[in-house]
């Protein structure tokens, strides 16, 4: 019998999931040398048949991506059959979660204010220390300090909210050279209109919403006051857009090569890939990142993916001339690709279109959420072959499959809604049908 975990973070136990490995990455997915040298040697040592790998999504340290991490895999051990011996890899990398963003069944992060959204437009202590993490030096630090004066102040006059959103867009600029301007973008390249166009424009439109996830910064006073919950929402878009470009890096130059070591030191391995949020991203982009021989991956599940619907697409249907960034690599899989989507999820079903919109594109509000939509919140479109079924049911062997799981990830208060819903025992179940996985 697997063992007993000492107290969770919200207070209860879990079940020990093992042999369990780390992989941790950088920003720019360096890989952690040692780490990926005991997983190499420890699955062939412990004669894992199946091996889970896990990315988180946004998040806010280790410590929380662990607990997320034996919360999901707890499950695992009663499932799988005898003849199965698992293995459980997560996989650390540097994100950032705003700590008024609740998760179900984990205490909430310290934050003042009501449930869900902070009683003012601030950048609280909290807040501000992760920032710092995922943004680090003393030039950052300066314009983290000077965001934080201006939410406090909340001025009336109009440049202090172009000010505030060229501090954002400095804030999450990547240097030139860097690798991560390959990974901006899932359908072409181009900044996203919310770090580019007219500041009260963009706050007026996340201020709205904000208010359709059930958050009311009108209550606050003024027009201009309300604004600058939408300056604050920008902060919030602009950190997970950097998240977002940062999960394509590390999947792509860190996990996807690290697969094809794996695969190469333990052939006989069996692979299953899951991610959550840009989690589900970044494993994405680690099927483009592996040697085109490896055949070790035998499904990838992605749980409300934070990346675009017609990532996978041959061609997009607003420019037949591209597709998707994506596109094929769910032929790298031998198995199904698997997305699971819930409409509940607000993060990705209100906010993700607004932030995703790139500048100079002319959809309108009225096709705004067809365009730039969410995977894990409408599933995969615009792929060849690409089917949709209901949770439980019979998944194909091979392919792209789009799961509608609203009727179980729906818990979850605003501004995101059910988009950290995941640690279900039937989420398990989707994992072990994609990857053929015997279970008892």
Same mark, same amino acid.
């Given at each position: 019998?697997?063992?007993? $975990? ?14 369990? $490995? ?16 005991? *997983?190499?040697?420890? #699955? ?13 999504? $946004? ?5 929380? /991506? ?18 199965? =011996? ?10 950032? =979660? ?53 939410? !406090?102040?909340?001025? !009336?006059?109009?440049?202090? *909210? ?19 301007? &390959? ?7 181009? !900044? ?8 009260? !424009? ?23 006051? =309300?604004? $600058? ?17 940062? /999960? ?15 695969? +190469? ?15 589900? =991203?970044?494993?994405?982009? +680690? ?14 599940? @992605? ?10 697409? &041959? ?10 960034? @994506? ?23 209100? @906010?993700?279109?607004? #932030? ?25 479109? +615009? ?9 439980? +049911?019979? *998944? ?10 609203? #009727? ?33």
């Amino acid at each position: 019998m697997p063992r007993i $975990w000492p107290p969770a973070p919200d207070g209860g136990t879990m079940v020990v999931v093992e042999p369990y $490995w780390e992989l941790t990455f950088d920003a720019d997915g360096d890989v952690d040398a040692a780490q990926r040298d005991r *997983l190499l040697s420890g #699955a062939e040592d412990e004669r894992v048949t199946d091996l889970l790998v896990f990315a988180h999504g $946004w998040n806010n340290d280790q410590r929380r /991506a662990r607990a997320l991490y034996r919360r999901f895999f707890t499950p695992f051990a009663a499932l799988a059959g005898p003849e199965v =011996r698992l293995g459980y890899v997560g996989v650390l990398w540097p994100a950032v =979660r705003f700590p008024d963003e609740r998760i179900p069944d984990f205490e909430p992060s310290a934050a003042p204010g009501m449930p869900g959204a902070p009683a003012a437009p601030a950048l609280d202590a909290p807040t501000r220390r992760l920032l710092a993490e995922v943004f680090p030096g003393p030039e950052q630090a300066a314009r983290l300090d000077r965001l934080a004066r201006l939410l !406090e102040e909340r001025s !009336e006059a109009r440049s202090r *909210l172009d000010e505030f959103a060229r501090h954002v867009r400095d804030l999450v600029a990547v240097r030139e050279t860097s690798p991560a301007h &390959e990974f901006a973008d899932d359908t072409g390249g181009g !900044e996203p209109a919310m770090l580019t166009d007219d500041a009260v !424009e963009v706050c007026e439109v996340l201020a709205a919403a904000l208010e359709s996830t059930g958050h009311h910064p009108e209550l606050f006073g003024g027009l201009r006051k =309300r604004l $600058w919950h939408g300056a604050r929402e920008l902060l919030r878009q602009g950190s997970y857009y950097a998240m977002k470009r940062r /999960a394509g890096a590390v999947g792509q130059l860190g996990l996807g090569p690290a697969l094809g070591l794996l695969a +190469a030191d333990v052939p006989r391995l069996r692979v299953h890939l899951v991610g959550h949020s840009f989690g589900a =991203r970044l494993v994405s982009y +680690a099927l483009r990142g592996m040697p085109a021989t490896v055949g070790c991956v035998k499904s990838a599940t @992605l749980l409300q993916g934070a990346f675009s619907h017609y990532a996978f697409s &041959e061609r997009l249907p607003h420019d037949r001339s591209r597709g998707g960034a @994506l596109r094929g690599v769910h032929q790298r899989i031998d198995g199904p690709l698997v997305a699971c989507f819930s409409r509940h999820d607000d993060a990705l079903g209100k @906010l993700y279109p607004l #932030a995703s919109k790139l500048a100079g594109d002319s959809a309108s509000f009225l096709g705004l959420w067809e365009r730039w939509g969410a995977v894990g919140f409408d599933g995969i479109k +615009a792929t060849d072959g690409a089917g949709r079924v209901r949770l439980g +049911a019979a *998944l194909p062997r091979r392919g792209c499959v789009s799961v509608d799981a609203a #009727a179980l990830v729906r818990r979850g208060g605003p501004p995101s809604g059910a988009h950290s819903d995941i640690c279900h025992e039937e989420l398990a179940r989707v994992v072990c049908g994609a990857g053929r996985i015997d279970v008892a």
